[in-house]
Structures are given as structure tokens and as C-alpha cells.
T-cell receptor, first 115, second 110 residues
Framework: DAGVIQSPRHEVTEMGQEVTLRCKPI?????LFWYRQTMMRGLELLIY????????DSGMPEDRFSAKMPNASFSTLKIQPSEPRDSAVYFC?????????????FGPGTRLTVL | QKEVEQNSGPLSVPEGAIASLNCTYS??????FFWYRQYSGKSPELIMS????GDKEDGRFTAQLNKASQYVSLLIRDSQPSDSATYLC??????????FGQGTRLTINP
């Protein structure tokens, strides 16, 4: 079975450019999570969706970040304009929500470098 | 005080010994706790979850939870070089949010 799919795997861009990260969750999962991981801050939740609806975006650092989930099989995280401090690994995870027993499965991540 | 705290390590353990990883959390109302393993350059993967006080065993792994002390630990018996990784402790906040600790880097020495 295919796991969570993320693209691109690596992205190098220049400051000020728009960056779009993509995620395809595991088929049948109804929750999707976007995380960012850096050495300084560790792994932190940015936003999550239930049944394609954003539930909590309190972790989104600022208005330059936006996320959408137009359908159950696709989500995007957009940064516009990008800044060097956005350089990090961005993970997408999905789960099938069923009370406490909902394991989050992580995708391979997108390593973003903003020059 | 961070919501979830771990010793960042590195923790070095000889092959075949028991590796002990510790985590404390600040929210006394937390009910669900998880240990993820992350190899260098890879994504986190769940290895243990625990919800009740006491021990939970799965193969060479044992998770221990003490809610009164707000303390979660992970024991790895008969440590193998393949266990060398960063171990992330996570606590569920609310219905679905996971709050992660900084992780403990574990090295198993052959």
C-alpha cells in the first residue's frame, strides 16, 4: 500500500519566491497534518484538517503561510513570499480518526532551502 | 517550561544493553502518549503508544507511564545498532494535536 506521498522531496528557492508543497494522504484517512521540523524548534504542528476542513491553524507562523485541502486526496502548503528562516523539513501526516487510537503516518518530507 | 521535555543526548549504549529514554510533560490532563523513532534524514514512525499508568511491552520495547509524576519512558532491551536513531516523545493535546519533544539521539555501539 502506498504511504503518504509528498512532492517535491527537495526544493531550493530564492527569498521572495512562492513555494508550494504537496501532499497525498493515505487512501481512506480522514485527517491530515502539516508539520515543520528544524534543529532549533524541533517538530511542530502547523495545521491540521478533518474531512478536508481546517480544524486548527494556530501553528501557522504568519500570514505568509497558507494551506488548503480541496479534496480527500490532496493538500497543499503554500509560502508566499518565502524567507530564509522558512528553511526546514516539512512533513505531511495522515490518520484515520477513531478516538485515541489514531496513528499518524508521516510522509517522507520536503526539504526546503530558501536562499 | 516546555510542554514536552526530553534529554537531547546523545545517549550512548553498548550493544546488547538496555537503553532508557525519558520524557516529562507539563499538562496534567494529558491522556495519550507516543514514542516515535526517526532515523537520520527520514520521517518519524510510531513505535509505541500508551494510555494507562504502568508498563506496555511490545517485543524489545517497553513504554512506561506515570501520570502522577507526569513521566513517560521507553526501554529498549537487547539494544542493536539498528536502534540508533532519534526518539521523539509526543503527547496528545485535545482531540488530535500531537506536541513533540525535541527528541533524544540514541547511539548503540557495537
Amino acid at each position: 500500500d502506498a504511504g503518504v506521498i509528498q512532492s517535491p522531496r527537495h526544493e531550493v528557492t530564492e527569498m521572495g519566491q512562492e513555494v508550494t508543497l504537496r501532499c497525498k494522504p493515505i487512501s481512506g484517512h480522514n485527517s491530515l497534518f502539516w508539520y515543520r521540523q528544524t534543529m532549533m524548534r524541533g517538530l511542530e504542528l502547523l495545521i491540521y484538517f478533518n474531512n478536508n476542513v481546517p480544524i486548527d491553524d494556530s501553528g501557522m507562523p504568519e500570514d505568509r503561510f497558507s494551506a488548503k485541502m480541496p479534496n480527500a486526496s490532496f493538500s497543499t502548503l503554500k509560502i508566499q513570499p518565502s524567507e530564509p528562516r522558512d528553511s526546514a523539513v516539512y512533513f505531511c501526516a495522515s490518520s484515520l480518526t477513531s478516538g485515541d487510537w489514531d496513528t499518524q503516518y508521516f510522509g517522507p518530507g520536503t526539504r526546503l532551502t530558501v536562499l | 517550561q516546555k510542554e514536552v521535555e526530553q534529554n537531547s543526548g546523545p545517549l550512548s549504549v553498548p550493544e546488547g544493553a538496555i537503553a532508557s529514554l525519558n520524557c516529562t510533560y507539563s499538562d496534567r490532563g494529558s491522556q495519550s502518549f507516543f514514542w516515535y523513532r526517526q532515523y537520520s534524514g527520514k520521517s518519524p514512525e510510531l513505535i509505541m503508544s500508551i494510555y494507562s499508568n504502568g508498563d506496555k511491552e511490545d517485543g524489545r520495547f517497553t513504554a512506561q507511564l506515570n501520570k502522577a509524576s507526569q513521566y513517560v519512558s521507553l526501554l529498549i532491551r537487547d539494544s542493536q545498532p539498528s536502534d540508533s536513531a532519534t526518539y521523539l516523545c509526543a503527547v496528545k493535546r485535545g482531540a488530535q494535536k500531537l506536541v513533540f519533544g525535541q527528541g533524544t539521539r540514541l547511539t548503540i555501539n557495537p
